[in-house]
């Protein structure tokens, strides 16, 4: 499910979230696979990133984005939030915000944290820029609903894990 439709108040029992990081080019063959199944994933790319060399383009996220998919951001340099100054960090979080809205003439409330590392600062950055959903890379299973989260946990798949199921259930264990 995207997290607008939550966010509105769309009643999902145990939502499942998948999430893609960086914008590379390979998040166009998930995508197209998402879309087969008519499943949604939520993408962030990087917005320096766009246009470079096994990256998605822009017209690639505007289809995504048309075509149901979620498009959040993940900073406009990935740079790691809690070695920056303030100034830095509402930059790279509103900045990101404002140009990929421009871009899909849609709102974006999601951000994902670069590298997973945050401290109050980046918090506070993200509580202000109207964010209504940051992804960390925190291990666990995530109350997520019409509250704002800036703190969503991860179930990590990695392309070595084999057992979804019990990945699942080991993060529903982690405090």
């Known amino acids: 499910?995207?997290?607008?439709?939550?966010?509105?108040?769309?009643?999902?029992?145990?939502?499942?979230?998948?999430?893609?990081?960086?914008?590379?080019?390979?998040?166009?063959?998930?995508?197209?696979?998402?879309?087969?199944?008519?499943?949604?994933?939520?993408?962030?790319?990087?917005?320096?990133?766009m246009d470079a060399r096994n990256y998605l383009k822009p017209y690639q996220l505007q289809l995504m984005n048309r075509?149901?998919?979620?498009?959040?951001?993940?900073?406009?340099?990935?740079?790691?939030?809690?070695k920056q100054s303030i100034q830095k960090i509402s930059e790279e979080i509103n900045e990101s915000k404002t140009l990929l809205e421009g871009l899909l003439n849609t709102s974006v409330i999601t951000f994902c944290i670069p590298y997973g590392q945050y401290d109050k600062r980046v918090l506070e950055a993200l509580?202000?820029?109207?964010?209504?959903?940051?992804?960390?890379?925190?291990?666990?299973?995530?109350?997520?609903?019409?509250?704002?989260?800036?703190?969503?946990?991860?179930?990590?798949?990695?392309?070595w894990t084999r057992d979804l199921g019990k990945a699942i259930d080991q993060a529903s264990r982690i405090k």
């Open 67 to 82: 075509d149901g998919m979620e498009i959040g951001s993940h900073g406009i340099k990935h740079l790691h939030l809690k």
């Open 1 to 49: 499910f995207p997290s607008h439709d939550i966010a509105s108040g769309v009643n999902v029992a145990k939502p499942i979230i998948l999430t893609f990081d960086d914008g590379a080019i390979s998040h166009w063959y998930v995508y197209e696979e998402l879309k087969k199944r008519n499943m949604v994933g939520v993408f962030f790319p990087i917005w320096k990133s």
């Open 127 to 159: 509580e202000e820029s109207k964010y209504h959903y940051a992804r960390t890379t925190d291990e666990g299973i995530s109350t997520f609903g019409r509250r704002r989260n800036l703190q969503l946990k991860i179930v990590y798949i990695h392309n």
